[in-house]
């Protein structure tokens, strides 16, 4: 594995997500944050000026001064890690990776590309391979790869396991998500206080979708969805950070319960094998307790790096139901980019 350490910037760094970059980023063990980006609103300002910390941590001093630029190729990286506004990531990414840095995206625009990898390291590590297809076919000497929405990273983890050991025929997912999902400021106080909001606009889709895309079989230069099927409803609820998931499987082979518990219990993959420093100790955390997982009690086990699973218990509709909870802005946003991005450098690739 190559030692060199690499230059990061971040774009879309004043945000919900960009603000997790920087406080996971700040004495990264390979990474040195060098830039930080966002739009014309905050760019000329320095990072403390321009942003709206909110999170339980002072802003890393590494980050407090430096400017914010615009977003546009130009600065002094290897690597961009994505958390704009769906709204501009599209050609923004497709301009830095045109000129030649790793993108790291978090943003929903390039997820269904098909030559664009969208990556759960401990699930789908060969997917990287779309990386030279994708610089091959585009002409680019940078490239894209992106990880899940928050929801679909949570999900795949607590899938994976069933799949690796069972086969999966279908699952049916509702979701109880945290207002840090939909941004800064995000949500109005008087429409999620003391509420439940039925709908996430586009969310059923991508989760869906994507969980089909990072459990899928790759051969040769393409991915072929995985023929399960996923059907969900997603609702918004009043919790601050932590995506709360209520599944229910239907697997291919016969299992007993002890077999389903072993699978979540056992769950790991290239990170873990690899030693990266974000990856957690066990990606999929069995829990025993007949009321967990909770948001507030349990989402910073692994560094909110795992999914929590619990209430594994038979289901006389489908087979089998449980509960799943992760962290949405670190599994399931700026960790999840930074583990792939150590992903990429230990299989040499951002190296090439
Ligand atoms: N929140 C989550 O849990 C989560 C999870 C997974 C994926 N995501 C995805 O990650 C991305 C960021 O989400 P977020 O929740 O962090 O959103 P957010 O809080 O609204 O932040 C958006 C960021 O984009 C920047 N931006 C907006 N317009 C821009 C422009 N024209 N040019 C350059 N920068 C611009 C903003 O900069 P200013 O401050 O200067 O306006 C800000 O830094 C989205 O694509 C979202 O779907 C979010």
């Known amino acids: 594995m190559k030692e060199l350490r690499l230059r990061v910037g971040v774009l879309g760094a004043t945000g ?14 390979w990474f040195d944050l060098a830039a930080l980006a966002a739009s014309e609103r905050s760019a000329g300002r320095s990072y403390a ?45 497709e301009a830095f990776a045109k000129a030649g840095y790793a993108v790291l995206s978090n943003s929903r625009n390039h997820r269904m590309d098909e030559d664009v990898p969208l990556l759960v390291p401990e699930v789908n590590a060969d997917h990287t391979a779309l990386i030279a297809v994708q610089k091959k076919r585009r002409g680019w000497k940078g490239f894209i790869a992106t990880n899940p929405n928050c929801s679909t990273a949570t999900l795949t983890l607590a899938l994976a396991p069933l799949e690796r050991r069972f086969g999966l025929r279908s699952v049916a997912v509702t979701t109880l998500q945290a207002v840090s999902g939909a941004g800064y400021p995000g949500i109005p106080s008087l429409d999620i206080l003391g509420n439940v909001v039925p709908f996430i606009a586009g969310e059923e889709e991508k989760i869906e979708r994507e969980t089909r895309k990072i459990l899928g079989r790759r051969s040769g230069d393409t991915v072929t969805f995985h023929p399960m099927v996923v059907s969900a409803q997603t609702t918004r609820v009043p919790v601050v950070d932590g995506h709360t998931e209520s599944v229910f499987v239907s697997l291919e082979k016969k299992a007993d319960l002890e077999a389903v518990r072993e699978a979540f219990r056992t769950f790991s993959g290239p990170p873990q094998q690899l030693g990266l420093p ?23 086990v692994e560094r909110g790096m795992a999914t929590l699973v619990g209430r594994v218990r038979p289901c006389e509709l489908l087979g089998w139901k449980f509960i799943a909870l992760g962290h949405n802005t670190i599994r399931g946003a700026a960790g999840a980019a930074i583990l792939n991005a150590e992903l990429l450098q230990a299989q040499g690739i951002l190296s090439r």
């Open 16 to 29: 919900a997500v960009g603000q997790r970059f920087v406080q996971l980023l700040a004495g990264h063990p």
């Open 49 to 93: 000026e321009a942003v709206s910390w909110r999170l339980d941590v002072p802003i890393p001093v590494a980050a407090r001064d430096l400017p914010v630029l615009p977003a546009e190729p130009g600065f002094e990286c290897d690597i961009v890690f994505s958390a704009l506004d769906a709204a501009v990531a599209g050609p923004i990414e």
């Open 278 to 300: 974000s990856a957690p100790a066990h990606p999929t955390v069995l829990l025993d307790e007949p009321d967990r997982p909770q948001p507030r009690l349990d989402i910073n």
